[in-house]
């Protein structure tokens, strides 16, 4: 039996906004067993950034509040923390990995003491300890140099570099868990190549779960064991990396599939999903993604299918494979 | 021509943005700005200076110049809403009518060293080089005074009166404007827009004026009305200092000064101007925070 | 053959880089550092590269956007690199531009009407005939007539793209420089906009020099592709043969480094050591052999030639 490491049930994070409410995330449930790399696929908007948020219980500078759901770490239900037990949990059992590398180092303080205090605060070293620990840490992401960059700020370092260190700084307390949102985004293919290699080589040495958030095929079909794939705040469709590149099932999927131009394959045009992604003002009443579906019927238009299994482990949020009947009571 | 399937999609992405209700920047503006309370209100009270300043003669229950010696130094009471001054005169009838001189002055000095500060501005942005460095030098100098003292230094050259202390203000509101409006003209320069339009062959003054000016166009504003409120301070100190306009002009300086001999057996000669200037001058400013709030990029979500 | 339609000859820019108290110049950024190649009519020529290659700041001289420091270009066998500012602006009439950011490329005080019209005034069109080409453009990228009269902000970023590419269009140049035009897009919107780009190409007979650092992309557009690493062209050959059969390590690195959306395949990778040198202070001899698994000892010395191997096959490579 697969021992559960996350669990997102229904989880339903709101903004509120000038105008109105926009439900950024809504009815979302996510798995993460131990040991399993699972791969957030989505399109700006979709709500895969605000689901990492809302698990990191990081959005309240943000005017975005989970109304409903649970999440699960270990057991534990993680929105019944108070803030002081959920900051031991967080970089410590739970670390997280952002796209922006630049961003989400303090420009003003050294390396080496970013990293301590994140050691100090959570493994309770002293101060010698943890600067060996910072040290032994940058060496471990493959940064050259590691005892000179502990000294320098994060603006003598590439993007690639600053990258590592952010690595450096999550995997720094041993976490069970890895949360990296886009973490290749904005990094050179070759240097994305060699995080890449990094985050695997570092997944597969300690049985680590890692939920990896992009919406870059390429980086899932390498990384992941099993793909939810989200659109305008919901789950469409989930299943192991084989079945959704091999089988997918919903439209969505199958034309993002064949929108990307493959290395190797020359195709004289692309697959295209018509039209645009919905905006929260004007969010479809029934599937969200009816409009732009050209499987579209008329019950797509009415109401909103629910995430159904097809077969095994590969569910599906589609009319196209629910049952005629509830179709008919529609 | 369009093939087929792009013709779908055109259709498709009609229907989808068939809700986006249309909106322009003056309805966005209108949007946010009326969340500004403060600034609503003092937008209000600057709305109702105007119309003062316009039909003000016409309002003024007394004539503001006449003198009558049987009501002098008279307080507050319901023939004279706030007393008679020296010379018997109404002052409320003073100072409505002197409305029209501090709205007048204030926003014609600042006018006018927007004007050139802003053409000096936007030259400087975006020639650069050795004419940015002779415009930010000479600016730099006239930084160096402070504002009142080289207003009062230009006065001393020109000669005292209303139209010179107009002059003076405007010559120290230049290198403010040139300094604002080319730091934000650096920054429009830069984007890609513009970089956009020199590609298209856009002429020198297309680009400064169809592309830059309207991106600097909100810091002017924000600024202009800032600074109306110290022009009418400065004015009405230079008339406090006998430099501007001279009696019995009802400027509400003058009448400061005034009222100065009578401070403590009539303090309300000094006061109700002084009130006047205080609440002009801080409802221009609340209005220019309020619409540095809703113009302002950098706050803007 | 016919002549090609653009020609670029040893260009070269360098950003002084000023340093000291007085501002003295000390050193260059060689952001673009001899760098030639020929775009045919009709042809889509890719630019691929990592951040700090010079693959915009090409496009950029092209586009006559920078001053060259070195080099000439040619334009249907003219020299357009040595023109006076009033002549480049009659020049541009051939040349436009589809750049990266759709948000920052519209001037956001500006109705999509007025942005279309700007070139059309610019290059002297009649008012009648503005008119009715704004709507004949909006509709031939897929918008239609009534989205005129709104701004930018109420548009998506793929819509927008469309109206830069409207823009581009209204003047009917030969050539487009689009650099990294979809980069900024949703995946499902790129594929969008490279279709739209291909029949365009189709319709107009349209000249491409295509800038971007996605491989895939650039091979799914191109026709012939140019590898940059440090402001100089490491390899430029037709795609089959660039993508087939590339010759420089640097080509074959970024090339394995591409994440392949396929959970089957399983690849020899090669993963290169370090970062990309900054182009203010480019290692000698072959800018790449810091990060070559194959460098030798002459690579640190002697700076390769752009030697031709094959039939437009071309390779700065001592190895080769």
Same mark, same amino acid.
């Given at each position: 039996?697969?021992?559960?490491?996350?669990?997102?049930?229904?989880?339903?994070?709101?903004?509120?906004?000038?105008?109105?409410?926009?439900?950024?995330?809504?009815?979302?449930?996510?798995?993460?067993?131990?040991?399993?790399?699972?791969?957030?696929?989505?399109?700006?908007?979709?709500?895969?950034?605000?689901?990492?948020?809302?698990?990191?219980? !990081?959005?309240?500078?943000?005017?975005?509040?989970?109304?409903?759901?649970?999440?699960?770490?270990?057991?534990?239900?993680?929105?019944?923390?108070?803030?002081?037990?959920?900051?031991?949990?967080?970089?410590?059992?739970?670390?997280?990995?952002?796209?922006?590398?630049?961003?989400?180092?303090?420009?003003?303080?050294?390396?080496?003491?970013?990293?301590?205090?994140?050691?100090?605060?959570?493994?309770?070293?002293?101060?010698?300890?943890?600067?060996?620990?910072?040290?032994?840490?940058?060496?471990?992401?493959?940064?050259?140099?590691?005892?000179?960059?502990?000294?320098?700020?994060?603006?003598?370092?590439?993007?690639?570099?600053?990258?590592?260190?952010?690595?450096?700084?999550?995997?720094?307390?041993?976490?069970?868990?890895?949360?990296?949102?886009?973490?290749?985004?904005?990094?050179?293919?070759?240097?994305?190549?060699?995080? !890449?290699?990094?985050?695997?080589?570092?997944?597969? +040495?300690?049985?680590?779960?890692?939920?990896?958030?992009?919406?870059?095929?390429?980086?899932?079909? +390498?990384?992941?064991?099993?793909?939810?794939?989200?659109?305008?705040?919901?789950?469409?469709? +989930?299943?192991?990396?084989?079945?959704?590149?091999?089988?997918?099932?919903?439209?969505?999927?199958?034309?993002?599939?064949?929108?990307?131009?493959?290395?190797?394959?020359?195709? =004289?045009?692309?697959?295209?999903?018509?039209?645009?992604?919905?905006?929260?003002?004007?969010?479809?009443?029934?599937?969200?993604?009816?409009?732009?579906? =050209?499987?579209?019927?008329?019950?797509?238009?009415?109401?909103?299918?629910?995430? !159904?299994?097809?077969?095994?482990?590969?569910?599906?949020?589609?009319?196209?494979?629910?049952?005629?009947?509830?179709?008919?009571?529609? | 021509?369009?093939?087929?399937?792009?013709?779908?999609?055109?259709?498709?992405?009609?229907?989808?943005?068939?809700?986006?209700?249309?909106?322009?920047?003056?309805?966005?503006?209108?949007?946010?700005?009326?969340?500004?309370?403060?600034?609503?209100?003092?937008?209000?009270?600057?709305?109702?200076? #105007?119309?003062?300043?316009?039909?003000?003669?016409?309002?003024?229950?007394?004539?503001?110049?006449?003198?009558?010696?049987?009501?002098?130094?008279?307080?507050?009471?319901?023939?004279?809403?706030?007393?008679?001054?020296?010379?018997?005169?109404?002052?409320?009838?003073?100072?409505?009518?002197?409305?029209?001189?501090?709205?007048?002055?204030?926003?014609?000095?600042?006018?006018?060293?927007?004007?050139?500060? $802003?053409?000096?501005?936007?030259?400087?942005?975006?020639?650069?080089?050795?004419?940015?460095?002779?415009?930010?030098? #000479?600016?730099?100098?006239?930084?160096?005074?402070?504002?009142?003292?080289?207003?009062?230094?230009?006065?001393? #050259?020109?000669?005292?009166?209303?139209?010179?202390?107009?002059?003076?203000?405007?010559?120290?509101?230049?290198?403010?404007?040139?300094?604002?409006?080319?730091?934000?003209?650096?920054?429009?320069?830069?984007?890609?827009?513009?970089?956009?339009?020199?590609?298209?062959?856009?002429?020198?003054?297309?680009? #400064?004026?169809?592309?830059?000016?309207?991106?600097?166009?909100?810091?002017?504003?924000?600024?202009?009305?800032?600074?109306?409120? $110290?022009?009418?301070?400065?004015?009405?100190?230079?008339?406090?200092?006998?430099?501007?306009?001279?009696?019995? $002009?009802?400027?509400?300086?003058?009448?400061?000064?005034?009222?100065?001999?009578?401070?403590?057996?009539?303090?309300?000669?000094?006061?109700?101007?002084?009130?006047?200037?205080?609440? $002009?001058?801080?409802?221009?400013?609340?209005?220019?925070?309020?619409?540095?709030?809703?113009?302002?990029?950098?706050?803007?979500? | 053959?016919?002549?090609?339609?653009?020609?670029?000859?040893?260009?070269?820019?360098?950003?002084?880089?000023?340093?000291?108290?007085?501002?003295?110049?000390?050193?260059?950024?060689?952001?673009?550092?001899?760098?030639?190649?020929?775009?045919?009519?009709?042809?889509?020529?890719?630019? /691929?590269?990592?951040?700090?290659?010079?693959?915009?700041?090409?496009?950029?001289?092209?586009?006559?956007?920078?001053?060259?420091?070195?080099?000439?270009?040619?334009?249907?066998?003219?020299?357009?690199?040595?023109?006076?500012?009033?002549?480049?602006?009659?020049?541009?009439?051939?040349?436009?531009?589809?750049? &990266?950011?759709?948000?920052?490329?519209?001037?956001?005080?500006?109705?999509?009407?007025?942005?279309?019209?700007?070139?059309?005034?610019?290059?002297?069109?009649?008012?009648? *005939?503005?008119?009715?080409?704004?709507?004949?453009?909006?509709?031939? /990228?897929?918008?239609?007539?009534?989205?005129?009269?709104?701004?930018?902000?109420?548009?998506?970023?793929?819509?927008?793209?469309?109206?830069?590419?409207?823009?581009?269009?209204?003047?009917?140049?030969?050539?487009?420089?689009? *650099?990294?035009?979809?980069?900024?897009?949703?995946?499902?919107?790129?594929? &969008?906009?490279?279709?739209?780009?291909?029949?365009? &190409?189709?319709?107009?007979?349209?000249?491409?020099?295509?800038?971007?650092?996605?491989?895939?992309?650039?091979?799914?557009?191109?026709?012939?592709?140019?590898?940059?690493?440090?402001?100089?062209?490491?390899?430029?050959? *037709?795609?089959?043969?660039?993508?087939?059969?590339? &010759?420089?390590?640097?080509?074959?690195?970024?090339?394995?480094?591409?994440?392949?959306?396929?959970?089957?395949?399983?690849?020899?990778?090669?993963?290169?050591?370090?970062?990309?040198?900054?182009?203010?202070?480019?290692?000698?001899?072959?800018?790449?052999?810091?990060?070559?698994?194959?460098?030798?000892?002459?690579?640190?010395?002697? /700076?390769?030639?752009?030697?031709?191997?094959?039939?437009?096959?071309?390779?700065?490579?001592?190895? /080769?």
């Amino acid at each position: 039996m697969t021992e559960k490491m996350l669990e997102i049930t229904n989880l339903k994070t709101y903004f509120h906004g000038d105008d109105g409410v926009v439900k950024a995330v809504d009815g979302v449930t996510i798995t993460v067993n131990k040991g399993e790399t699972v791969g957030v696929v989505g399109e700006s908007g979709c709500g895969k950034s605000v689901t990492s948020l809302s698990v990191m219980r !990081l959005l309240h500078d943000t005017p975005g509040e989970i109304v409903d759901g649970s999440i699960t770490f270990e057991g534990k239900s993680l929105l019944d923390l108070s803030e002081k037990e959920m900051r031991m949990i967080r970089g410590n059992e739970i670390a997280m990995i952002f796209q922006e590398p630049m961003t989400s180092l303090n420009p003003v303080y050294k390396i080496g003491k970013q990293l301590e205090e994140v050691i100090k605060l959570h493994l309770h070293y002293d101060k010698k300890e943890a600067r060996n620990h910072a040290v032994n840490m940058l060496k471990l992401v493959g940064l050259p140099r590691a005892e000179d960059v502990v000294n320098e700020y994060p603006h003598q370092l590439s993007g690639g570099m600053r990258q590592r260190v952010m690595i450096a700084m999550a995997m720094a307390c041993n976490p069970k868990l890895l949360i990296a949102d886009e973490p290749t985004t904005a990094l050179d293919v070759t240097i994305q190549a060699q995080i !890449l290699d990094l985050m695997r080589k570092l997944r597969d +040495e300690s049985e680590r779960s890692i939920m990896l958030i992009t919406h870059d095929l390429g980086v899932v079909a +390498e990384m992941c064991d099993r793909v939810v794939v989200m659109y305008a705040g919901e789950v469409v469709e +989930e299943a192991d990396v084989l079945s959704i590149f091999e089988n997918p099932k919903h439209p969505y999927t199958k034309g993002l599939l064949g929108s990307v131009p493959k290395l190797g394959q020359d195709l =004289e045009k692309l697959d295209s999903i018509p039209g645009n992604v919905p905006t929260p003002a004007n969010m479809p009443k029934g599937c969200k993604f009816a409009p732009r579906c =050209e499987f579209a019927m008329d019950v797509c238009w009415k109401k909103d299918p629910s995430l !159904l299994a097809t077969n095994g482990n590969h569910t599906c949020r589609c009319w196209l494979y629910q049952d005629q009947e509830k179709i008919l009571e529609v | 021509m369009a093939n087929p399937e792009t013709a779908e999609v055109a259709a498709k992405v009609t229907l989808s943005s068939e809700s986006v209700e249309k909106s322009s920047p003056i309805k966005e503006f209108w949007k946010k700005f009326k969340k500004q309370r403060l600034a609503m209100v003092s937008g209000i009270f600057v709305f109702l200076l #105007i119309i003062i300043a316009i039909f003000g003669p016409a309002i003024a229950p007394y004539s503001s110049e006449e003198p009558d010696y049987v009501n002098v130094l008279q307080g507050s009471s319901w023939e004279h809403l706030a007393g008679t001054d020296a010379f018997g005169r109404d002052i409320f009838s003073r100072i409505i009518v002197g409305t029209r001189i501090s709205l007048f002055v204030g926003t014609i000095s600042v006018l006018l060293g927007a004007v050139v500060g $802003t053409v000096l501005g936007l030259i400087s942005a975006f020639y650069g080089r050795w004419v940015d460095s002779i415009i930010m030098r #000479i600016c730099d100098v006239l930084f160096a005074f402070p504002g009142i003292l080289l207003a009062i230094g230009i006065i001393a #050259i020109l000669g005292p009166g209303l139209g010179n202390v107009i002059i003076a203000i405007s010559i120290f509101n230049i290198p403010n404007f040139a300094r604002i409006v080319r730091g934000s003209a650096l920054s429009v320069k830069s984007t890609v827009y513009v970089e956009a339009t020199k590609s298209i062959g856009a002429k020198n003054g297309r680009l #400064i004026w169809k592309h830059i000016f309207p991106g600097t166009a909100s810091s002017i504003i924000v600024n202009f009305t800032m600074r109306i409120g $110290t022009a009418i301070l400065t004015a009405a100190s230079l008339s406090f200092l006998g430099l501007g306009a001279q009696p019995p $002009t009802p400027e509400w300086g003058a009448m400061l000064s005034n009222g100065r001999d009578y401070l403590s057996t009539s303090p309300h000669v000094t006061f109700y101007p002084g009130l006047a200037i205080f609440l $002009t001058v801080l409802a221009f400013n609340l209005l220019g925070d309020g619409l540095r709030d809703t113009l302002d990029p950098k706050i803007k979500d | 053959m016919a002549a090609p339609l653009v020609e670029v000859k040893n260009i070269k820019k360098y950003f002084p880089v000023k340093k000291g108290v007085l501002g003295r110049k000390r050193s260059f950024i060689k952001a673009v550092d001899d760098v030639s190649f020929t775009i045919n009519k009709g042809e889509t020529l890719g630019l /691929v590269g990592e951040s700090g290659c010079g693959k915009s700041t090409t496009g950029r001289l092209i586009m006559s956007l920078l001053e060259l420091t070195e080099g000439q270009i040619y334009f249907e066998g003219n020299q357009i690199s040595n023109l006076t500012n009033n002549q480049i602006r009659n020049t541009r009439e051939n040349f436009q531009m589809i750049f &990266q950011d759709p948000y920052a490329s519209l001037n956001p005080r500006m109705k999509i009407r007025d942005i279309i019209n700007e070139p059309l005034i610019i290059h002297g069109y009649n008012k009648g *005939d503005r008119m009715n080409r704004i709507t004949e453009l909006l509709e031939i /990228v897929g918008l239609s007539a009534y989205h005129a009269d709104r701004y930018p902000h109420q548009f998506s970023g793929g819509q927008r793209q469309r109206i830069g590419i409207a823009r581009a269009l209204a003047i009917n140049p030969k050539l487009i420089i689009a *650099d990294e035009p979809v980069s900024a897009l949703d995946v499902s919107i790129q594929s &969008q906009i490279l279709n739209l780009l291909k029949d365009l &190409q189709k319709s107009f007979n349209l000249t491409y020099l295509f800038i971007a650092h996605d491989l895939s992309v650039v091979e799914h557009i191109s026709d012939r592709v140019g590898v940059m690493y440090l402001g100089k062209i490491v390899e430029i050959a *037709d795609k089959e043969t660039l993508y087939k059969n590339g &010759q420089h390590p640097y080509t074959k690195a970024l090339l394995s480094a591409v994440p392949i959306p396929d959970p089957k395949l399983k690849r020899e990778r090669i993963i290169l050591n370090g970062d990309i040198p900054s182009p203010a202070n480019p290692p000698s001899g072959c800018t790449f052999h810091t990060r070559c698994p194959l460098a030798t000892e002459i690579c640190k010395q002697e /700076v390769p030639k752009l030697r031709q191997i094959g039939e437009g096959h071309s390779v700065s490579c001592h190895l /080769v």
